[in-house]
């Protein structure tokens, strides 16, 4: 069902593979439509207990499009660069193909505290009121990963 990679050359360990979607900063990821139409939002993730973890407003083009199909797709880039005498880049990617479900409870303010945790390590307690008190104006969502592949160029 999922391709290998063509260039294996480039292919990332497991372990490199994991290590860069732990340690990225930003993601992109990529749903569709009921129109067919696919759509990709750059957005924060938090890489916890195996999962994807992202939050978002209560509306809006994604969870749309999330309601409509649960298949997504996710991207990671990074160290990358531009060799111009070389006409190529350097960089490390990661993609996953995975589905996203909207989690509740428990789970919901274990992702919020992940995310605090990658992005405000320095303010973990006052990251735990925030999510107490502002849990009920976001959703989250995780990724449960089904494909992933790394790939860079060194």
Known sequence: MFRELRRKEKQMSEEETLELLKNGTEGVLATLGADGYPYTVPLNYAFH????????????HKI????????VSFCVVADAAII???????????????????????????????????????????GKKYIAGDMHKTRVFKIKIEHMTGKATR
């Not at 999962?51 to 809006?60: E, N, P």
């Not at 749309?64 to 298949?71: A, G």
């Open 49 to 60: 207990d195996g999962y994807i973890y992202f939050h978002c407003a209560k509306t809006g």
């Open 64 to 71: 749309d499009n999330l309601t409509h199909h649960e298949k």
């Open 84 to 126: 111009p005498e070389k006409f190529s880049t350097r960089f490390k990617s990661v993609i996953v193909f995975g589905t996203a479900s909207e989690v509740f409870e428990d789970e919901k303010a274990a992702g919020l505290l992940a995310l605090v945790k990658r992005y405000s390590s320095e303010y973990i307690e006052e």
